[in-house]
């Protein structure tokens, strides 16, 4: 059985960090890209962060970066992502999810639209207040 589980969300002020965890089982972690990916209320779901767990190979979408950090611990099938500087538009649903086909980060983060990894947890909420 195949399973992602997000966890770590909850309700912290403008400026104040979260670590979320992802934790994965019933597939092989270490050849499967992980993304994170967030949608908000109203909004589009939009992929974050990346990172495949073959070579470390991360990436992140513009409005994160600098603030957020994607890893991964491959002996516990499990991918983080810390969450610094939060700001009242970071709020959404974070949801991580794993694909082994292609095994790749998209070569433009911010362009993608369409998600079609193989795997998908139930996700965590964070709130922001301001």
């Known amino acids: 059985d195949v399973q992602l589980q997000a966890s770590g969300g909850g309700m912290v002020h403008a400026g104040g960090s979260l670590r979320l965890s992802c934790a994965g089982s019933g597939f092989t972690f270490d050849d499967h890209t992980i993304g994170w990916l967030r949608q908000a209320p109203g909004k589009d779901l939009e992929l974050i962060s990346c990172i495949r767990n073959e070579d470390g190979a991360t990436s992140y979408r513009d409005s994160v970066k600098g603030r957020f950090t994607i890893s991964s611990d491959v002996s516990k099938s499990t991918a983080y992502l810390q969450m610094n500087g939060l700001k009242p538009e970071d709020a959404a649903v974070y949801y991580c999810?794993?694909?082994?086909?292609?095994?790749?980060?998209?070569?433009?983060?911010?362009?993608?639209?369409?998600?079609?990894?193989?795997?998908w947890g139930k996700g965590t909420l964070v709130t922001v207040s301001s």
């Open positions: 999810a794993a694909d082994s086909s292609p095994n790749v980060c998209p070569s433009d983060i911010n362009a993608v639209t369409r998600y079609g990894m193989d795997h």
